[in-house]
């Protein structure tokens, strides 16, 4: 795959209408239409923020540690009478 240079992400991003924000783990400027699997770093079971592509790694290991440090929620089941 060719890779463009990151002024042409950033104009592709403002472009479209894309966020452009800095990477919360490596500080890197990553635009939204790079977001994909395995880029959203956990902070809530209902929620995270995404990271930038060359992070994929990192992110999935401290996920990975976020869940079995923070076993699931309990469910609440509502019964009607
Ligand atoms: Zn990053």
Same mark, same amino acid.
């Given at each position: ?22 990477? *919360? ?5 990553? +635009? #939204?239409?790079?977001?994909?699997? $395995?880029? *959203? ?5 209902? +929620? #995270?923020?995404?990271?930038?592509? $060359? ?14 440090? $923070? ?11």
């Amino acid at each position: 795959m060719m890779r463009f240079p990151r002024w042409m992400h950033k104009l592709y991003a403002y472009l479209l209408g894309y966020f452009w924000m800095s990477c *919360t783990i490596c500080s890197d400027m990553w +635009g #939204g239409h790079e977001w994909g699997e $395995n880029q *959203t770093l956990r902070t809530s079971w209902a +929620g #995270g923020v995404g990271v930038c592509p $060359n992070c994929k790694e990192r992110v999935k290991v401290i996920n990975d540690k976020f869940f079995k440090e $923070n076993p699931s929620p309990p469910v609440y089941v509502r019964h009607e009478a």
